[in-house]
């Protein structure tokens, strides 16, 4: 199902805070122990590859800013360098967020686009989480364990890659298949425009 585009009022709001926070993720090499980096240091990060987050799409606000010191703290943890979007990098990220009811349930759908130097997608990384009872604001319902799984599992289909060990599991379904239950897929063939979302095991097929 595709992801559903936010207001406009809610882009236009975001517009400056996105700009900042996302060129932020490159400079906070204080917050993050050294491991976001544009220069040399990150040589010794997953093999000196390194990634740009160029946008983070759907979310209100409040929700963006938890998901960006997420991106902070997890990149620390997994050793992921991550540089500012307006530097080169090896990799860069398009991040695409909906919530969505269905049956009385919240969920919220989420799509990582990984691109390389040359433009071309590399990666692919999908899902659904689960966020409870949709009240008047569903996205009132994506808590911080919501936002985290979506987190570790996106920097991990990352971290796979960067280090080369991401590779297609025996018998996983086409990229543009539909897929049961909730499970974050990622893929690297599926077409640009799709927006495939699956079931909570992370699944990988690279380049």
Request: proline share 8%; aromatic share 4%; glycine share 10%.
């Amino acid at each position: 199902m595709p992801l559903r585009s936010p207001p406009a009022s809610l882009s236009a709001q975001r517009g400056a805070r996105a700009a900042l926070l996302l060129a932020t993720l490159g400079g906070l090499g204080a917050l993050l122990g050294g491991c976001v980096t544009d220069g040399p240091a990150a040589s010794g990060l997953a093999g000196g590859a390194t990634v740009a987050f160029e946008s983070i799409d759907g979310p209100p606000p409040q929700v963006f800013d938890r998901i960006v010191s997420m991106i902070e703290s997890e990149s620390k943890l997994r050793r992921v360098a991550v540089v500012s979007r307006q530097g080169q990098a090896t990799y860069r990220v398009r991040s695409y967020l909906s919530a969505q009811v269905r049956g009385g349930r919240t969920n919220i759908a989420w799509v990582w686009d990984v691109y390389d130097r040359n433009q071309q997608r590399a990666l692919r990384v999908s899902g659904m989480e689960p966020a409870g009872k949709p009240g008047s604001d569903a996205w009132a319902q994506a808590d911080d364990l919501v936002l985290r799984r979506i987190t570790q599992a996106g920097i991990s289909g990352l971290s796979e890659i960067i280090n080369g060990t991401a590779t297609p599991p025996a018998g996983s379904p086409p990229a543009d298949a539909p897929t049961p239950n909730n499970t974050a897929v990622a893929s690297a063939d599926a077409p640009a425009t799709s927006h495939s979302l699956g079931p909570a095991t992370l699944s990988l097929a690279a380049r």
